[in-house]
């Protein structure tokens, strides 16, 4: 009896036991069974040493999701390429924005703005998890197949970078010419000493030396100069200069203000009488300009008249030409006449020439 009460209570404590830690998995664990995973992968072109399944992902140093497979595209999608194939969970809530509240929507919204993963690792362990952030400008991967799920543009780790840019550099050394550059450089150090042993030193050296004493008695010459009481009464008689024209000019100051003042009034008085002047002058402009017009239609309108009567008389007016002609030719003929013999103008004919002999009788 006794031993099967014991069994009893055995029996009862395994499944009370049993029952409670069920009890507290379902608590504590039926958020993460029940939570609905954001699945997003991206490919590198680089070796991912040192990240693991459940290596964290991280997001300027907060973690928002982890790591679920390492794989190659070819594995998974069945596809040529030589990436290294990441899937990693994201927090649903880390690109809920306050325009949407998919997170699916706003992780793309987000990847749109240039986010991007890339390695990152931790000190000198050799650990390393997937940091994102937005580089807006950096070049992602051609990739070959239709992602499964969201696919986050991956960049170059600093790491790789580094390397790459260590590489470069390295390469540009390997193509230098460093046995011509050593031989040209030993070639420019013979020909230097070469010009320096043709120097002639000992006559630089005493040329050094008479400019340096030259310097000297200049300075010496100077001294003298700056210290000599005729030194000092120059510049007393300076100053007293200044002085004076300093009073000169404080003396001079009042009637130049006022001369400016009398300037500028006499400008405004010139400005005013200009702007009259010029009002006039287009008022008298204007009344010449209509005078003018009305002149022009006059003499327009005496000019048709006269070309009327022209065309109307023409025959008229060359037979009074004609006859003013003839008439001029008349007077012209008459002129040398007259001029010829002028008792033209008494006698109807000219008188007779008398002979010798009636002249002598008339004696």
């Known amino acids: 009896m006794t031993r099967n009460t014991n069994y009893f ?136 197949w239709q992602p499964e799920h969201l696919y986050i543009p991956s960049r170059k780790s600093n790491i790789k970078r ?9 390469e540009n050394l390997s193509e230098m010419n460093l046995l011509g550059m050593v031989s040209n450089l030993e070639e420019l150090l013979e020909t230097m000493n070469r010009k320096t042993s043709e120097f002639d030193l000992v006559g630089i050296s005493q040329q050094t030396s008479k400019l340096l004493q030259e310097i000297r008695e200049t300075n010496r010459q100077l001294s003298d ?56 002058t287009d008022k008298g402009l204007k009344q010449v300009s209509g005078q003018i017009d009305t002149l022009l239609g006059s003499l327009n309108k005496t000019v048709k008249m006269l070309e009327t009567m022209v065309w109307l008389n023409t025959d008229i007016i060359n037979k009074t030409l004609d006859n003013f002609e003839q008439t001029s030719e008349n007077l012209k003929q008459l002129s040398i006449e007259i001029k010829h013999y002028p008792g033209r103008l008494l006698f109807e004919r000219p008188p007779k020439k008398m002979s010798e002999e009636n002249i002598k009788g008339e004696k």
């Open 9 to 144: 209570k055995l029996g009862l404590f395994v499944i009370l036991s049993f029952g409670l830690a069920v009890g507290f998995l379902i608590a504590f664990g039926a958020g993460q069974f029940m939570t609905k995973e954001m699945l997003a992968e991206t490919s590198f072109d680089e070796s991912v040493q040192g990240l693991d399944v459940g290596s964290e992902v991280k997001y300027k140093g907060v973690k928002i999701g982890t790591v679920k497979s390492i794989t190659t595209p070819t594995k998974y999608y069945g596809t040529l390429s030589n990436y290294v194939l990441v899937i990693f969970t994201l927090d649903p809530d880390v690109f809920v924005g306050s325009k949407t509240k998919d997170p699916e929507q706003a992780a793309r919204k987000a990847i749109e703005n240039g986010l991007t993963v890339y390695l990152s690792f931790k000190g000198l362990t050799g650990a390393a998890y997937l940091e994102t952030d937005y580089f807006p400008d950096a070049s992602d991967l051609d990739i070959t």
């Open 162 to 170: 580094f390397g790459d840019a260590l590489n470069l550099i390295l």
């Open 225 to 280: 100069t700056l210290g000599s009481p005729e030194f000092h009464q120059m510049i007393e008689d300076a100053r007293g200069s200044f002085a004076g024209i300093r009073g000169m000019v404080d003396k001079a100051s009042e009637p130049v203000d006022k001369t400016l003042e009398d300037l500028m009034h006499t400008a405004a008085n010139a400005r005013t009488l200009t702007r009259d002047l010029e009002t006039r």
